[in-house]
């Protein structure tokens, strides 16, 4: 499998950390998701649809327990990556590993998985 051409993004305040194992994508985000972190994540998150067209990724996981906030500017970029799966012709499955210390993730993520329950799950760690 090719490499990954998306670099990881990290600021102040801000992560996005992506890695590629065989046919799936993980993702770790960390820090504060707020209106300074969403234009970045949204460039992001544009770039790894992309990858995950070119590659053929099946799999991408997004792992936020280091995650402390994440504005509804920041849930936009996640909706645009997760509806343009299918309509790509991507039968990629899409999973937030959350904290389950932090209740205020599986809240804010499970209007994702109710937009799109046969793409996107949870799993509290």
């Known amino acids: ?40 994540l949204g460039l992001c998150l544009k770039a790894l649809q992309a990858e995950v067209m070119r590659l053929s990724i099946n799999r991408v996981a997004f792992d936020v327990r280091a995650l402390y906030f994440l504005n509804s500017s920041c849930l936009k970029a996640f909706i645009s990556f997760i509806c343009g799966l299918p309509g790509q012709g991507m039968k990629c499955k899409v999973e937030f590993i959350t904290d389950a210390r932090l209740g205020w993730q599986r809240r804010s993520l499970t209007a994702l998985e109710r937009m799109s329950p046969d793409v996107v799950s949870i799993s509290d760690v």
Request: net charge negative; charged share 20%; glycine share 8%.
């Open 1 to 40: 499998m090719s490499s990954l051409r998306v670099e990881p993004v990290v600021t102040d305040s801000f992560g996005i950390e992506p890695t590629l194992r065989d046919d799936a994508l993980s993702v770790k985000l960390s820090g504060t998701g707020d209106m300074a972190a969403a234009p970045s």
